[in-house]
């Protein structure tokens, strides 16, 4: 393809509202351009480049044995009302009324029109296990889309759904998801951390999450620094701390606080280290409230707690229900003499002499010892993990980082095939419920990530198997015949070999020519000039080496394909 | 694949709400599932019919020198405020408020975005001509979606759009895409029809639809019995019948007609043939009421009528305007007395003793003479052709078809790049406003259409280059472990040449086998039994001929091979 042909418009700065690297470089090497917030336009060369991804993920996903559909985007409302999901998912959507005024949305995922379909169509075991995935444009109502491609209102996703004659079939077909996802984006040479993740609105069982490392990452892993545990920041346990016992004979005591109702403010008022404060909350668990405590220097992982007491849906109180269950205002809440269960992290499960809330204005108590001054329910770790906490499998120091996910595998179970009464008849005629499972990859958001993580100061570094154009040519002086001439000819046999070449034909400086390569990163530079020309040699340049090769015209070809295929095989 | 590992759920009978016979096939044959109303989903083979239509698309657009591009679906009001098409596409959009409560469509169609963009990203003479195209899935708020994919809420859509620097060059990309047009639905096995057609909402200067003739088809067409011409209802021209004229000396002189409004009404009562009166509408043009008379045996083609006014917007007179321009109820309006502008119908010009409403209630006029009793203003060509018509061309008959629009190539002109200032600098430096055309594929839409055109009382006929599996093996008898060890071979041997074929391994009876076979159309259908290979044979049949071919086992996929490659070349 000739430059001057197709539209790639680089650009020497980023526009203003790209924060992050990756960002940047689409707008500046031209691949996207904006339309509105969250919505981009996929010119020539991103949309290269995002077929290259497509055709790895669907060529990955048959040869898992799942089978290809296209589900539609617009979907009624009844069945997000049949999964329970209209509610819960309601301000994420987009929502939209026909002519008719019936209520519609735009769906951003398809568990519901999926289990439908299966329990339409299949009703034997002999029909199962089947995995049916598509690759289609989904739209999510974002409170704030940034990131360029990251979190965008309009993008495409594979979404993939497992259906299953028992939990242990179910596994299989999650292995050869999870399998199929690590060949995906090595293929699309990314480096991805797998960590155990919530599994959130979406529901069932269990899920993996596979993260980009970035520091511009939205989402905050902590992973083992010496064993394979890693976890999302919401699903992430932690060994129980060990702790030094302290014991005191003193009763508690009250200590006028007044106005001090964070911890920060209290331990500088009280001169005691955080962490020998003991946070207490108000939550409310399935309509009841109950007393959470954690380290002072800790935070509740909402996620964790509502596992924690079975999987039931859990809020922060309000403020009129915290003053009836302490008697005191906001900020001053404390175990002792509550009524109400209390539940605390397993890192309170020494006994230590902490201060805590009075349930009185203004006060705080000091000396209070668990056990004695107030009982606890039940111990559970519950707080969000952080660098520096014990890894829950071995133990060791765990380290946190920030990550970008670019795909999620779920275990459903039967969340779904219950609200649509998928079923089978076994093979002795009894019905049995569909086990089921789900899986995404955000497919444009990985075709971002790939360059979050390969660039350098002057552009993208695109691996050869999802490049837009693997080769570009450079004829610094267009003007020369014979340069041109010798460039035609090479691109020639490069396309015919089925590689996709860029040919820089544009009326300007070498510099710039040069600049841009770089910019777009086309993983193989082959520029032809006068000077190279005298030598009979054609110079050969990868994007990511220093090193120029200077090689025989009649060599350049097979050179270039021997690079390609080396890299692909 | 084997059947029983993909999902085809071929069915006996056709759901009650499929009318036309490609929409009961393609939910028989198992090609896609209803949703709701116009929403579909593809099932694994119809998708792959469909993935094998937009290769074909894409590879004519690219081999035409088109760009391919991605835009958004989502789009804001704005851009369409600014080409005045918010007011007039509104109720065909689905429109959506985000959380922000901002204005939002999906765009049924996107000459806004692409010429927003390319005001952006084009400044130069340099750098046209371009055309980009998008493969897309669009949305349109239909009023009565129906006939399965025919007219759908959401479908596929190839749209294009060309930028030239001047008319001239703008007809040269028009004809690009018009020969990539023909090529696309030749190579889909689709007999089309291209017909002169109407720029409607589109707005431009002529365009020209491809239609596949179908007894189904929602589009009316005549065309000459002798030359070339053929146009959509809408569109088509008719070269002014020859009339005898007649005279009388009688004064006009008024009947009583009561309740008589209707032509019909009026002719038997009078006992004149309707073609003996004149039918007066009255129309508001430009915001002035305006009298159009057409022979009573006619209608008014509103689309000509407004483009004969100089493309002005039409509509019929309310009743209050009527009673007000003609001092009469609705259905007694004539040209005798009245004070607007008359046109009237190119067919009237000779003069002839008519009968007209009497502009006064329950009346008429007979004896009327145009030129005598009344002045016309100016004759058109303004009533909607049909068969018997003359040819605006040769003046031969012509005839009315049905037909299916697949697809539609318009020249633009300026209408959106003024709208969006999307101009360049030409060679002297001078800038100029660019030339556009816009060219839509339904590519949903041709897929089913090449089933309407293509069946037989059995089932499905696919041609070679879409059909979802070129081949069909049938093996009659599933326990013959001979039968399946030849047919797994040839199958094998056949995928190796990148030929889909379908294996029918369910172990069902022979019957059940070949109908199935033959609903789903696959052109090739090869039967490997115990009694072929008895014989050392393999039966191949093609799906449209009733020959069966006994082929020996070895030269079975040479001879597949064959019939496929000779099809597509």
């Known amino acids: 393809m000739r430059l001057t042909q197709t539209l790639i418009p680089t650009l020497r700065e980023a526009p203003q509202d790209a924060e992050i690297p990756s960002h940047k470089l689409m707008m500046r090497a031209g691949l996207i351009m904006k339309l509105g917030g969250g919505l981009y336009t996929f010119l020539p060369a991103g949309l290269k480049a995002l077929r290259k991804v497509e055709k790895i993920v669907r060529e990955e996903m048959d040869r898992a044995g799942a089978l290809e559909v296209l589900m539609p985007a617009l979907q009624p409302r009844e069945i997000w009302e049949q999964s329970g999901r209209y509610t819960v998912l309601k301000d ?89 996802y690590v060949r995906i984006f090595k293929r699309c040479g990314l480096r991805t951390k797998v960590v155990e993740a919530d599994t959130g609105a979406m529901g069932g069982n269990f899920s993996h999450e596979f993260m980009v490392l970035a520091d511009s990452g939205e989402d905050g892993i902590v992973e083992c620094e010496s064993c394979s545990y890693a976890a999302n920041l919401e699903r992430a346990e ?43 909350l108000i ?30 849906p859990v809020q922060l109180a309000d403020d009129a229900t915290i003053v009836q269950v302490t008697g005191a205002p906001v900020g001053f809440a404390g175990p002792v003499g509550l009524k109400i269960p209390i539940y605390a992290d397993s890192g309170l499960k020494t006994p230590r002499v902490s201060a805590t809330g009075a349930n009185a204005a203004d006060a705080h108590l000091v000396n209070v010892l668990s056990g004695r001054d107030f009982q606890v329910a039940e111990y559970f770790d519950l707080v969000i993990a952080r660098e520096g906490d014990s890894c829950p499998r071995c133990g060791t120091r765990m380290r946190e980082k920030r990550g970008i996910e670019v795909g999620h595998v779920f275990k459903l179970g039967t969340k779904y095939s219950k609200a649509f009464d998928a079923g089978f008849l076994d093979a002795a005629g009894n019905r049995q419920i569909i ?64 590689i996709d070449v860029l040919f820089d034909d544009r009326d300007e400086r070498p510099g710039v020519k040069f600049k841009d390569a770089d910019l777009m990163g086309l993983p193989i530079r082959a520029v032809i000039s006068e000077r190279s020309l005298a030598e009979g040699k054609v110079e050969v340049k990868r994007r990511t080496e220093k090193e120029k090769n200077m090689i025989p015209v009649s060599d350049a070809v097979t050179f270039i394909e021997n690079i390609i295929r080396g890299e692909l095989s």
Request: with cysteine; net charge neutral.
């Open 283 to 312: 939550y409310v668990a399935d309509g009841k409230p109950v007393a959470v405590l954690v380290p002072g220097d800790r935070d509740v992982n909402e996620h964790k707690l509502a596992r924690a007491l079975g999987g039931i």
């Open 238 to 280: 932690r060994m129980t701390p060990k702790t030094e016992t302290t014991t005191t004979d003193k009763a508690p005591e009250i200590v006028a606080t007044p106005g001090k109702r964070t911890i920060d403010e209290v331990s500088a008022f009280l001169k005691l280290a955080p962490h020998d404060l003991i946070k207490t």
């Open 92 to 180: 994420a959507m987009f929502k939209i009324k026909d002519r008719q005024q019936r209520d519609m949305v735009l769906g951003p995922t398809h568990e519901e029109v999926i289990t439908d379909l299966v329990s339409r169509q299949i009703n034997s075991y002999r029909q199962l296990p089947k995995t049916f995935y598509q690759i289609q444009t989904k739209f999510r109502d974002e409170i704030r889309p940034r990131f360029g491609l990251m979190r965008a209102k309009e993008f495409s996703m594979k979404d993939a759904y497992s259906f299953d004659v028992s939990w242990e079939a179910a596994d299989v077909s999650y292995q050869a998801m999870y399998d199929a």
């Open 435 to 498: 086990v089921m499972g789900c899986y995404g990859i955000g497919v444009t958001r990985t075709l971002q990530a790939v360059i979050e993580q390969s660039y350098d100061e002057n552009g993208i570094i695109w691996p050869i198997s999802i490049a837009p154009y693997q080769v570009s040519v450079v004829v610094p002086n267009t003007g020369h015949a014979e340069s041109v001439k010798v460039a035609e000819e090479i691109i020639q046999k490069l396309e015919a070999q089925g």
